[in-house]
């Protein structure tokens, strides 16, 4: 039983520290009671970022930090050279979709564009059209949109068009007709393509189901919930869409409040919708449909949460599906969706000893998947005669995935991607491998990456575990100890920090810094197992694996305390808020994006349901403690020697309220005697660093990389003297 004691003690007014010239904010502590135990929340009043104390400080805070960033001599260096990156590519592309009959649909900026318009080919090989310039939606609002997600349906002849505006990432959808570019009268709301669920058309080419949310402000009651999986028809309007999935449609069905009733449907040859009730956990119940009788709503049981199913894939009658059921590297099976048997399956491809599988997809020629070894040597194979077989690409790549058109057709489109490569991609087909990337140039071009070192390590953890660390960095950097280091992770959700080409690392390591990514616990580098390991109460292994490849970093004289950085953001906000509290002494300086900082509260949060389904619930006691571990806001000790800290923060962000950010700021630059600064931006022009325009973006990196130089002791990067 969780009881609030509404216990307000107002213990002082808004002042200014003359000795450090801090200004902190007013602490009001209110006391709340869980399973016996008294938490004090001195900032409890900054959730309402509102009132005008709290703004008045935000806006501070910013000036305040803005204007010390802005005073820092290379800082438009580092923006400078992001354009000159960006123009040595000519193009970006991104979104990339490929319809069945080989259409090319992608969204391209331009060097001297701030955002990304929509592009169109017959084929590869065919000249490109412009389809659509987001600067014309909405025009006379004057508010700049960008398109955060596109579905083409099935032959290419209409395509579903998302825009967002401010990095809100709640969107409205347009559907504009290819061949004569006219838009559809209807403008879709309340919708969330880039996150939940996406577009999927039904075979006729004319409907489609997307996921319609009730409340799309994250500050309203019913935010996330009870949302409906609906089918649109382009011959009716929006508002008559037809509900195919949800808790108030399907009451037969177990869905919770917070679940998102998600629809996928891969091919238009497919037989069967499958129904995922998903949000929060990596494996969930599913349910199937067949396609014939999408009018009957009569969803059939396929599999529960129990059978760990990861991925899957559709083939006639048969799902194919990946998982972690007595595999925890993973296995790939196949079961009847008529008559499902998930307790004896057929074993397709077994599990490996010393791989993960992390993707799969099926042709008319076969399966195929991949295998990656600790996060970061991913290989490609197919199965002859029940025996996995490699397959040799042009280069070796640290990250692979691949993409079928269909189980009917022969294409496997293969994406692969390394720390020092830039990502390419190729089609493989009766045997052969041919690039199809649409990329302008090579896009290390600028970096001499003929000179970068990658070191892919094991670091032994404080429970004797090994943790793969890879470490980058220019030829000839001296091991010395005086070297700035920048160590970044994330470590929830089973989420991989794979091998890509990254902008922000080649910029640390030009400016002669060694860049570090530990692949801690709670990620999905080795497999199912590595996440449960950090994972509700094992959590605490994610951030003392960090702490423990720092540890290996200075003991090996890559660094030493005084010059190493940590980053992260979002749950990687868990980690580096934990790692920062629990041992200041190991760090110079600390940046934490749009971080989740305040665990126990933000479980209150609308999303709050879903992350405890990762984290923990407060309502029971063991996952109570197992939360208040995990939250960096309540372990900020006073007069501690802290070290340097830039948290930002969006006010648009649907993900983690801008609060946490606040109130940890609040918090630590209260607490901190260690003399250095800590600060605080907060933007409301964007949200969680999604769906940003490209000056937001370069100015983003310029910001934390400047910081990081400046807390390291880069002669180059410290303040001009006034």
């Given at each position: 039983?969780?009881?609030?004691?509404?216990?307000?003690?107002?213990?002082?007014?808004?002042?200014?520290?003359?000795?450090?010239?801090?200004?902190?904010?007013?602490?009001?502590?209110?006391?709340?009671?869980?399973?016996?135990?008294?938490?004090?929340?001195?900032?409890?009043?900054?959730?309402?970022?509102?009132?005008?104390?709290?703004?008045?400080?935000?806006?501070?805070?910013?000036?305040?930090?803005?204007?010390?960033?802005?005073?820092?001599?290379?800082?438009?260096?580092?923006?400078?050279?992001?354009?000159?990156?960006?123009?040595?590519?000519?193009?970006?592309?991104?979104?990339?979709?490929?319809?069945?009959?080989?259409?090319?649909?992608?969204?391209?900026?331009?060097?001297?564009?701030?955002?990304?318009?929509?592009?169109?080919?017959?084929?590869?090989?065919?000249?490109?059209?412009?389809?659509?310039?987001?600067?014309?939606?909405?025009?006379?609002?004057?508010?700049?949109?960008?398109?955060?997600?596109?579905?083409?349906?099935?032959?290419?002849?209409?395509?579903?068009?998302?825009?967002?505006?401010?990095?809100?990432?709640?969107?409205?959808?347009?559907?504009?007709?290819?061949?004569?570019?006219?838009?559809?009268?209807?403008?879709?709301?309340?919708?969330?393509?880039?996150?939940?669920?996406?577009?999927?058309?039904?075979?006729?080419?004319?409907?489609?189901?997307?996921?319609?949310?009730?409340?799309?402000?994250?500050?309203?009651?019913?935010?996330?919930?009870?949302?409906?999986?609906?089918?649109?028809?382009?011959?009716?309007?929006?508002?008559?869409?037809?509900?195919?999935?949800?808790?108030?449609?399907?009451?037969?069905?177990?869905?919770?409040?917070?679940?998102?009733?998600?629809?996928?449907?891969?091919?238009?040859?497919?037989?069967?919708?499958?129904?995922?009730?998903?949000?929060?956990?990596?494996?969930?119940?599913?349910?199937?449909?067949?396609?014939?009788?999408?009018?009957?709503?009569?969803?059939?049981?396929?599999?529960?949460?129990?059978?760990?199913?990861?991925?899957?894939?559709?083939?006639?009658?048969?799902?194919?599906?990946?998982?972690?059921?007595?595999?925890?590297?993973?296995?790939?099976?196949?079961?009847?969706?008529?008559?499902?048997?998930?307790?004896?399956?057929?074993?397709?491809?077994?599990?490996?000893?010393?791989?993960?599988?992390?993707?799969?997809?099926?042709?008319?020629?076969?399966?195929?998947?991949?295998?990656?070894?600790?996060?970061?040597?991913?290989?490609?194979?197919?199965?002859?005669?029940?025996?996995?077989?490699?397959?040799?690409?042009?280069?070796?790549?640290?990250?692979?995935?691949?993409?079928?058109?269909?189980?009917?057709?022969?294409e496997l489109w293969i994406m692969a991607s390394g720390w020092t490569t830039k990502k390419v991609?190729?089609?493989?087909?009766?045997?052969?491998?041919?690039?199809?990337?649409?990329?302008?140039?090579?896009?290390?071009?600028?970096?001499?990456?003929?000179?970068?070192?990658?070191?892919?390590?094991?670091?032994?953890?404080?429970?004797?575990?090994?943790?793969?660390?890879?470490?980058?960095?220019?030829?000839?950097?001296?091991?010395?100890?005086?070297?700035?280091?920048?160590?970044?992770?994330?470590?929830?959700?089973?989420?991989?920090?794979?091998?890509?080409?990254?902008?922000?690392?080649?910029?640390?390591?030009?400016?002669?810094?060694?860049?570090?990514?530990?692949?801690?616990?709670?990620?999905?580098?080795?497999?199912?197992?590595?996440?449960?390991?950090?994972?509700?109460?094992?959590?605490?292994?994610?951030?003392?694996?960090?702490?423990?490849?720092?540890?290996?970093?200075?003991?090996?004289?890559?660094?030493?305390?005084?010059?190493?950085?940590?980053?992260?953001?979002?749950?990687?906000?868990?980690?580096?808020?934990?790692?920062?509290?629990?041992?200041?002494?190991?760090?110079?300086?600390?940046?934490?994006?749009?971080?989740?900082?305040?665990?126990?509260?933000?479980?209150?949060?609308?999303?709050?349901?879903?992350?405890?389904?990762?984290?923990?619930?407060?309502?029971?006691?063991?996952?109570?403690?197992?939360?208040?571990?995990?939250?960096?806001?309540?372990?900020?000790?006073?007069?501690?020697?802290?070290?340097?800290?830039?948290?930002?923060?969006?006010?648009?962000?649907?993900?983690?309220?801008?609060?946490?950010?606040?109130?940890?700021?609040?918090?630590?630059?209260?607490?901190?005697?260690?003399?250095?600064?800590?600060?605080?931006?907060?933007?409301?022009?964007?949200?969680?660093?999604?769906?940003?325009?490209?000056?937001?973006?370069?100015?983003?990196?310029?910001?934390?990389?400047?910081?990081?130089?400046?807390?390291?002791?880069?002669?180059?990067?410290?303040?001009?003297?006034?």
């Amino acid at each position: 039983m969780i009881k609030k004691l509404s216990i307000v003690l107002f213990l002082s007014i808004l002042f200014i520290t003359c000795q450090n010239k801090k200004k902190l904010l007013s602490s009001n502590i209110v006391i709340d009671q869980y399973h016996g135990v008294n938490i004090e929340d001195p900032y409890r009043h900054v959730e309402d970022l509102t009132t005008p104390e709290i703004k008045n400080w935000i806006d501070e805070q910013n000036v305040k930090s803005t204007n010390s960033l802005h005073n820092i001599k290379k800082r438009q260096y580092l923006i400078d050279k992001q354009f000159e990156y960006d123009k040595n590519k000519s193009y970006v592309i991104s979104k990339l979709k490929v319809t069945e009959n080989n259409k090319y649909f992608y969204l391209k900026r331009l060097p001297n564009e701030n955002i990304s318009r929509l592009y169109f080919r017959d084929s590869f090989e065919d000249e490109e059209h412009m389809l659509y310039n987001p600067k014309t939606f909405r025009e006379e609002s004057k508010v700049e949109h960008t398109i955060n997600y596109i579905q083409p349906n099935w032959d290419g002849s209409k395509i579903v068009i998302s825009l967002t505006s401010k990095g809100k990432e709640i969107s409205e959808m347009i559907i504009l007709d290819v061949s004569s570019k006219e838009i559809h009268p209807d403008i879709i709301s309340n919708a969330w393509p880039s996150s939940t669920g996406g577009v999927v058309w039904l075979p006729n080419n004319s409907e489609f189901i997307y996921l319609h949310h009730d409340v799309v402000d994250p500050k309203l009651e019913g935010f996330l919930k009870n949302t409906t999986s609906v089918v649109y028809s382009l011959q009716n309007s929006a508002n008559e869409s037809k509900a195919i999935f949800s808790k108030k449609n399907n009451s037969n069905i177990e869905i919770n409040e917070e679940d998102h009733p998600i629809v996928t449907f891969s091919n238009s040859k497919n037989e069967f919708l499958i129904g995922k009730v998903s949000g929060g956990l990596s494996y969930y119940d599913a349910y199937s449909l067949p396609i014939d009788q999408i009018s009957t709503n009569n969803w059939a049981p396929l599999f529960k949460k129990s059978d760990e199913v990861k991925s899957f894939i559709v083939k006639g009658d048969s799902l194919i599906y990946k998982t972690a059921k007595g595999a925890p590297n993973f296995k790939i099976c196949s079961t009847s969706i008529k008559d499902p048997d998930f307790e004896n399956p057929k074993v397709i491809v077994e599990e490996f000893n010393d791989r993960v599988i992390t993707d799969f997809d099926s042709t008319n020629e076969g399966i195929y998947f991949v295998t990656t070894k600790n996060g970061v040597e991913a290989s490609l194979y197919t199965l002859e005669k029940s025996m996995p077989i490699k397959i040799e690409l042009p280069a070796s790549f640290g990250n692979i995935t691949i993409k079928a058109k269909g189980c009917e057709y022969e294409e496997l489109w293969i994406m692969a991607s390394g720390w020092t490569t830039k990502k390419v991609r190729y089609e493989y087909k009766k045997g052969q491998i041919i690039k199809k990337s649409l990329d302008s140039a090579d896009n290390t071009k600028g970096f001499n990456v003929e000179d970068i070192i990658v070191e892919e390590i094991e670091v032994k953890a404080h429970d004797g575990e090994k943790i793969p660390l890879s470490v980058i960095y220019k030829k000839g950097t001296e091991r010395n100890g005086k070297t700035p280091l920048m160590m970044d992770s994330y470590g929830s959700f089973g989420l991989s920090m794979t091998p890509s080409f990254s902008l922000r690392r080649f910029l640390w390591i030009q400016e002669g810094g060694v860049y570090a990514i530990a692949h801690v616990r709670g990620g999905g580098e080795k497999g199912d197992a590595w996440h449960k390991g950090g994972y509700k109460a094992s959590k605490p292994n994610t951030w003392k694996d960090f702490i423990s490849c720092a540890e290996y970093l200075i003991e090996k004289k890559y660094t030493d305390p005084k010059q190493l950085a940590v980053w992260s953001g979002s749950a990687g906000g868990i980690l580096i808020g934990r790692a920062i509290t629990d041992r200041p002494d190991l760090f110079s300086a600390a940046i934490i994006e749009f971080g989740t900082l305040n665990l126990i509260r933000s479980i209150d949060d609308a999303n709050g349901a879903n992350i405890a389904k990762e984290f923990g619930s407060i309502k029971d006691s063991l996952e109570f403690r197992g939360l208040l571990e995990m939250d960096a806001y309540h372990h900020i000790k006073e007069k501690e020697n802290y070290p340097a800290t830039l948290l930002t923060a969006g006010l648009n962000d649907p993900r983690v309220p801008a609060w946490n950010s606040v109130k940890f700021g609040a918090r630590i630059l209260a607490a901190n005697t260690s003399g250095k600064p800590n600060f605080l931006l907060v933007d409301s022009e964007t949200g969680h660093a999604r769906d940003d325009t490209k000056l937001k973006e370069f100015e983003r990196y310029a910001n934390i990389l400047a910081f990081a130089l400046w807390q390291t002791g880069h002669p180059e990067y410290q303040p001009k003297q006034n």
